[in-house]
């Protein structure tokens, strides 16, 4: 059992930044993977980066630049740093750890609103 707990979440303006954190408690052991997906209401959830065990990463394109994901391993965190935002990124935000294709784990999500 895997928890994850998501915080950082805001109001922010345009242009402005935030910084997401995950703590990761629990048998955290043999990761695999993780990550960041975002979902704005009425759509559809969507992957935003993750991060493998070999400190590989994939951003989705439109957050290329302007987002960074790390780790903090002493603390069991991981972070979104988000820059430059802008009102499409509005959403939820969610933490997710994969084990293994049949594990995995998701937090509760950080709602971020980005005005204009």
């Known amino acids: 059992q895997v928890q994850l707990v998501e915080s950082g979440g805001g109001l922010v303006q345009a242009g402005g930044s935030l910084r997401l954190s995950c703590a990761a408690s629990?048998?955290?052991?043999?990761?695999?993977?993780m990550g960041w997906y975002r979902q704005a209401p009425g759509k559809e959830r969507e992957l935003v980066v993750i991060i493998n065990s070999g400190g590989s990463t994939v951003y989705r394109n439109s957050v290329k630049g302007r987002f960074t994901i790390s780790r903090d391993n002493e603390k069991n965190t991981l972070y979104l740093q988000m820059n430059s935002l802008k009102p499409e990124d509005t959403a939820m935000y969610y933490c997710?750890?994969?084990?293994?294709?049949?594990?995995?784990?998701w937090g509760q999500g950080t709602q971020v609103t980005v005005s204009s």
């Open positions: 997710t750890l994969r084990k293994s294709a049949a594990e995995e784990y």
């Open positions: 629990g048998s955290i052991f043999s990761i695999n993977a």
